[in-house]
Nanobody
Framework: QVQLVESGGGSVQAGGSLRLSCAPS????????MGWFRQAPGKEREGVAA???????YYAESVKGRFTISKDRDTNSLILQMNSLKPEDTGMYYC????????????????????WGQGTQVTVSS
């Protein structure tokens, strides 16, 4: 069983930055595909970014050039650095993993992810 705990959400004005963290319990960060998703009210959960076991990264078109996903092995954390935030980036952000030893091999949809954190709210005002 993998437990994920997100932190780092908050409220910022458009153009600002936020850094989200996700720490898996009892599991080394580099062993599995991990991703960030977001969900706005009334909308489906959508993929934002993912990072594979070999370090390959995948981004949604809407965040390319603004968001960076990475793994911090010192703290065993998944990081999402979000810059140049826009109001449309507002939503609940979740980190997740498809499961133990799973690879990303591209941008897998939310239905392929079996473990999720509780989410952290990001609000961007114009």
């Amino acid at each position: 069983q993998v437990q994920l705990v997100e932190s780092g959400g908050g409220s910022v004005q458009a153009g600002g930055s936020l850094r989200l963290s996700c720490a898996p319990s009892r599991r080394a960060i580099e062993l599995d595909c991990m991703g960030w998703f977001r969900q706005a009210p009334g909308k489906e959960r959508e993929g934002v970014a993912a990072i594979d076991v070999d370090g390959s990264t995948y981004y949604a078109e809407s965040v390319k050039g603004r968001f960076t996903i990475s793994k911090d092995r010192d703290t065993n954390s998944l990081i999402l650095q979000m810059n140049s935030l826009k109001p449309e980036d507002t939503g609940m952000y979740y980190c997740g993993t498809p499961g133990l030893w799973q690879r990303c091999l591209g941008s897998r949809p939310a239905a392929h992810y079996n473990y999720w954190g509780q989410g952290t709210q990001v609000t961007v005002s114009s």
